[in-house]
């Protein structure tokens, strides 16, 4: 059965960096384009950061030049290195792969940056 498994969240001071991984199974990997989704509290999930099949990258405004998806095709992980965090950040992190009838995701992730 198909499995995204988040892991790495936790609760970092403002400036800190974490590093998120999603594993996944079940899948061939290698073939989907991934996702970084992010909810807060109130708000509708977003769409953080994605990362195609060939390696292209593309973030939101309010994360680029911060935080950095990778994937690593031989271990079928995609990752988020965060850094720089802010206050803002705090969500439930998500992964997912990015097709139209093959929409699979993790069970999420807390992150929590706060003094």
């Known amino acids: 059965q198909v499995q995204l498994v988040e892991s790495g969240g936790g609760l970092v001071q403002p400036g800190g960096s974490l590093r998120l991984s999603c594993a996944t199974s079940?899948?061939?990997?290698?073939?989907?384009?991934m996702g970084w989704y992010r909810q807060a509290p109130g708000n509708q999930r977003e769409m953080v950061a994605a990362?195609?099949?060939?390696?292209?990258?593309g973030y939101v405004d309010s994360v680029k030049g911060r935080f950095t998806i990778t994937r690593d095709n031989a271990k079928n992980t995609v990752y988020l290195q965060m850094d720089s965090l802010k206050p803002e950040d705090t969500a439930v992190y998500y992964c997912r792969t990015i097709d139209p009838t093959n929409a699979y995701w993790g069970q999420g992730t807390q992150v929590t940056v706060s003094s």
């Open positions: 990362i195609s099949k060939s390696g292209n990258t």
């Open positions: 079940g899948i061939m990997f290698s073939i989907f384009d």
